[in-house]
C-alpha cells in the first residue's frame, strides 16, 4: 500500500499507493483503527518519533506521532458521484443519526450494483430484526477496475449510483426506516472481499452502527437473460452501459499548464468520464507518474523537460496506434517540447492541446505540496514559473482557466472538441 519510507532527518516518510490512500481515508473517518494503517507501513515499532504520510505526487497529508494521526489537508478528490463528500460519512456523524433514531441498523455492502435479491434480503433482516437504519454501503475503491476481453467492471460513478437509486426506491417503500447510502473507502480486488475481507468490512460497518452486514455478490459476470432476471433497473442500467463498449476512436489528448493549475484533475476526470460512458480503450498518463517511470534518468533542464515530453508522446502515440486513447497531464512548459509532441502523435492520432491557464497566483495560493513557497525561497531549483518559465502556447486547441471554470465543465468542453475532432478524421 506504500513504497518504502525514506528517513528524512527524524521524520520518516512514507508515500501512499491507492490501496493506502483507501486505509488512511478509513482512518480518519473513524472508520479503521491507526494501528492497522501503521501495520500496513511496517511502522508499529517505528524508532522515527514523526511518520509522514505522502500521496503519489509527494503531496503531504497527514503526520503520525505515536498513536496519534494529524491531518494536514483533505484528501485529494477527483469528479463523479464516487467522490460525493455527502456519502463518504465519517463514523461519528452516522453513529449520532443512528442513535437518534433510536439505534439498530442492518448494513447491505457492495462492490457491484446491487440484485433485487440482495436489496430484498436486507429488507427481511431490517424487519425480522425492528432495525430503525437501513444503511447501503457502496465499497469503493480509487483502482479503476480492471477489464479485460472477457469481463466488463462497473466502476465506481456507476456502483454509487446504483445505491443512491436502491436507496431513493427503499426510502419511500419503508416509511418507516431510514435509508442511508454510503461510500465506503475500499482497496479492492476483481471479484469483490474475501471472506477475511467481508469480516474486516462487517467490523467497520459496525463502528457505524450495523448490527449485521449483507454482502452483495459480483454482477460484472451475470449473462444477459440474469441481468434482466435478477437486477433492478438502476442496477441493469450501470452494467449494460460498461458492456455497450463505446469506445471511442483513437486520440491523443495532451494538457499543458502551471504545478497547481488543474491538469491532472481535469484530465483524471476526463478519463473516467469516458470510461464511465463505456470507452475501453482510454489510458491516463500522469505527468508526475510518468516521471517516475521513464524519465527518471532527467533532470529538470530545457533540454530534460523536453526529453521527457517526447517520451510521454512516445507513449501516448504507441497507445493511440494500438487503437486507445490516451491522456496525458505533464507540465510541458517549452514551445519545442510541446511541439515535437504534436509532430511524433500527429502519424498516429489526432492530437488535442488543452492549455489550462489557470494564473501563476492561484496556483500558488493552491499548493498542495509546498513546492512554490520552496521555489520562493531558492530551496526548489529550477522550478516552472517561479525559477524556470513556462512558455504559455499560441497554439492550444482549447485553453481553460482553471480558476473560473468548474472541472465538470472543463470536461464537458474537453469531449465535445474530441469528438468534432475524431469526427473529422
Known amino acids: 500500500m506504500g513504497s518504502d519510507p525514506a528517513d528524512l532527518g527524524a521524520t520518516r516518510v512514507a508515500t501512499l499507493d491507492a490501496d493506502g490512500l483507501d486505509l488512511l481515508e478509513l482512518v480518519l473517518l473513524g472508520a479503521a483503527p491507526l494501528t492497522t494503517l501503521l501495520r500496513t507501513l511496517n511502522a508499529e515499532e517505528s524508532i522515527s518519533p514523526l511518520i509522514q504520510l505522502n500521496d503519489g505526487e509527494n503531496t503531504p497529508l497527514a503526520h503520525i506521532s505515536g498513536d496519534t494521526i494529524f491531518p494536514l489537508q483533505p484528501l485529494a478528490r477527483g469528479v463523479g458521484p464516487q467522490w460525493n463528500a455527502e456519502l463518504r460519512r465519517s463514523v461519528h456523524d452516522v453513529q449520532r443519526e443512528v442513535a437518534a433514531l433510536g439505534g439498530g441498523a442492518i448494513a447491505l455492502a457492495v462492490h457491484t450494483p446491487p440484485s433485487t435479491s440482495e436489496i430484498e434480503r436486507a429488507v427481511e433482516a431490517v424487519r425480522a430484526t425492528g432495525a430503525n437504519v437501513l444503511l447501503i454501503a457502496a465499497l469503493i475503491s480509487r483502482t479503476a477496475p480492471v477489464n479485460d476481453s472477457a469481463v466488463r467492471r462497473v466502476g465506481g460513478a456507476g456502483v454509487v449510483r ?42 467497520i460497518l459496525k463502528q457505524y452502527g450495523a448490527g449485521t452486514t449483507i454482502f452483495g455478490g459480483d454482477q460484472n459476470m451475470l449473462s444477459e437473460t440474469e441481468l434482466a432476471e435478477l437486477l433492478p433497473p438502476a442496477s441493469r442500467a450501470e452494467v449494460e452501459r460498461v458492456r455497450s463498449d463505446r469506445s471511442v476512436r483513437p486520440a491523443v489528448v495532451l494538457f499543458t499548464g502551471l504545478s497547481g493549475s488543474g491538469k491532472s484533475t481535469i484530465a483524471r476526470a476526463v478519463a473516467e468520464r469516458l470510461q464511465d460512458d463505456g470507452a475501453a480503450n482510454v489510458v491516463l498518463l500522469d505527468g508526475d507518474e510518468m516521471r517516475r517511470r521513464i524519465s527518471q534518468d532527467l533532470g529538470f533542464d530545457r533540454a530534460s ?18 487503437g486507445g486513447v490516451a491522456i496525458a497531464a505533464p507540465i510541458a512548459p517549452f514551445t519545442e517540447g510541446r511541439a515535437r509532441a504534436r509532430e511524433i502523435t500527429a502519424a498516429a492520432a489526432p492530437y488535442l492541446l488543452v492549455y489550462i491557464s489557470t494564473p501563476l497566483e492561484v496556483c500558488e495560493s493552491r499548493d498542495r505540496k509546498g513546492l512554490y513557497a520552496k521555489a520562493r525561497t531558492g530551496e526548489v531549483k529550477e522550478f516552472t514559473g517561479i525559477s524556470s518559465p513556462y512558455e504559455a502556447p499560441t497554439d492550444a486547441d482549447l485553453v481553460i482557466d482553471a480558476s473560473v471554470v468548474p472541472v465538470e465543465r472543463a470536461v464537458d468542453q474537453v469531449l465535445e472538441l474530441l469528438g468534432r475532432r475524431i469526427a473529422r478524421t
Do not use: F
Not at 172 to 186: E, G, K, Q
Not at 305 to 322: F, M, T, Y
Open 305 to 322: 523537460r523536453n526529453k521527457n515530453v517526447e517520451r510521454i508522446a512516445e507513449a501516448a502515440a504507441l497507445i493511440a496506434s494500438q
Open 162 to 203: 446504483s445505491v443512491v437509486a436502491a436507496a431513493t426506491d427503499l426510502s419511500s417503500r419503508l416509511s418507516d426506516v431510514r435509508v442511508i447510502p454510503l461510500i465506503i473507502p475500499w482497496p479492492l480486488k476483481p471479484g469483490g472481499p474475501s471472506a477475511d475481507e467481508e469480516e474486516v468490512a462487517s467490523q
